[in-house]
């Protein structure tokens, strides 16, 4: 098949929906072998089956992010079934959303722990293979409330923020091997995480946008896909918001 990512291997979080099952067939239909990962296997054999159709091969693999035994299993599994890891993409997310003062240390703690530190074990699992191949892309799927907060996401927009701040810290770790590490600030995007806003919200938000419309998962998919390629190689520690002039 071809494309730009021929003999890449690729592992993408929070792969059986939404943006994670966009950037899945973006990166294998570039040519990348692709590790799809979830808690959902039902899901994930629908998405492997899609990749099938346009000629791309997928791994599934049942991961829980919030599960640092999982994290670590499933790892080496990936390791062993796929080899290397070139490219990483840090999707996984959840929402616990509620204001500070209702907010109870669950919604915390779930949150920082799937979004965040789920990020930094995979993340950690995964990047000493890219440093002996001396080739490598970390793309994390960050939120333009990360950049500009939002009432009742304290919890989220914390996480989000934090993926900023570690992908530009690994930036500068990793880039005398030949890694780069970039995340991506996706706007409204119609999901199904954003599926559950009443019409007055969903008018509220597209009264933002200077594009006029909500995002799609092919728009944070193609964005994906660009920075995983080798036209990206002198791209690390950016934030690339994709949003239609949410926040500028």
């Known amino acids: 098949m071809a494309g730009t990512l021929e003999g890449k291997n690729a592992f993408v979080t929070g792969a059986s929906q939404g943006i994670g099952r966009a950037c ?20 994930l054999q629908e998405v492997a089956a899609e990749i099938a159709a346009v000629g791309g091969t997928a791994e599934i693999f049942v991961l829980d992010v919030s599960s640092e035994e999982s994290i670590k299993t499933v790892a080496k599994d990936a390791l062993g079934r796929l080899g290397p890891v070139h490219i990483l993409v840090n999707n996984a997310g959840i929402t616990r959303d509620t204001l500070l003062l209702r907010m109870k240390r669950s919604d915390w703690d779930e949150v920082i722990q799937t979004n965040l530190t789920g990020m930094f074990l995979l993340t950690q699992a995964f990047v000493s293979a890219m440093m002996k ?64 806003l009443d019409e007055k919200q969903r008018g509220a938000m597209l009264g933002q946008i200077p ?10 998919a193609a964005a994906v896909r660009f920075l995983a390629s080798d036209e990206a190689g002198y791209i690390t520690g950016h934030v690339l918001d994709v949003n239609g002039g949410m926040y500028m």
């Open 24 to 43: 899945a067939l973006a990166l294998a239909k570039a040519g990348a072998r692709v590790g799809l990962a979830a808690r959902n296997e039902a899901k």
């Open 133 to 196: 191949a001396r080739w490598g892309r970390i793309i994390s799927i960050s939120s333009v409330v990360g950049e500009t907060g939002q009432a009742g996401q304290a919890n989220y927009a914390a996480s989000k923020a934090g993926m900023i701040g570690f992908t530009k810290s690994l930036a500068r770790e990793l880039a005398s091997r030949g890694i780069t590490a970039n995340a991506v600030a996706p706007g409204y995007i119609e999901t199904a995480m954003t599926a559950v």
């Open 211 to 220: 594009l006029g419309r909500p995002g799609t998962d092919e728009d944070i």
